[in-house]
């Protein structure tokens, strides 16, 4: 089955970008009342590099499903603008984060709901596998 590591690894990625936006809010708070944003800078530089490597490894997936029509044309598509959001979210992230004292509440709220209706199909898998071509 195609769909379950690939959506694990979405979730994977999304969880990883909310992650980031809260880290990006904690350094911003640490600057504003003159702490050390030396721990946090090293963690969000290093979270954003594992989020970057899993939205590439995401599209390279996604190219093999479709190259080898493990997955319908359709959830290709709906894969890839998936990936294309992550990429979104991780240039916004990168940006928030070099331009300090942005605060990434939007991104933050468009990937969880992005993962809530993520686990959502997680829980339905069954019904979902009919895209998929064995």
Known sequence: DYLL??????????????EIAGKIQE?????RSGEST???SVALGSSLQNLEEKTNR???LLFHSVSTRQITQIEGE???????ELF???RKLQASF???????????YSIADE?????????NISEESHYLYF
């Open 5 to 18: 590591p690939w959506l694990l690894l979405y979730n994977s990625a999304c969880y990883i970008a909310q």
């Open 38 to 40: 030396t721990k946090v």
């Open 27 to 31: 350094h911003n708070r640490y600057q």
């Open 78 to 84: 709906r894969r890839q603008i998936l990936v294309d």
């Open 98 to 108: 070099q331009n300090e004292n942005t605060e990434p509440d939007v991104i933050r």
């Open 88 to 90: 979104t979210a991780h």
């Open 58 to 60: 995401l599209k390279d």
């Open 115 to 123: 993962q809530q209706i993520q686990w959502h199909s997680l829980e």
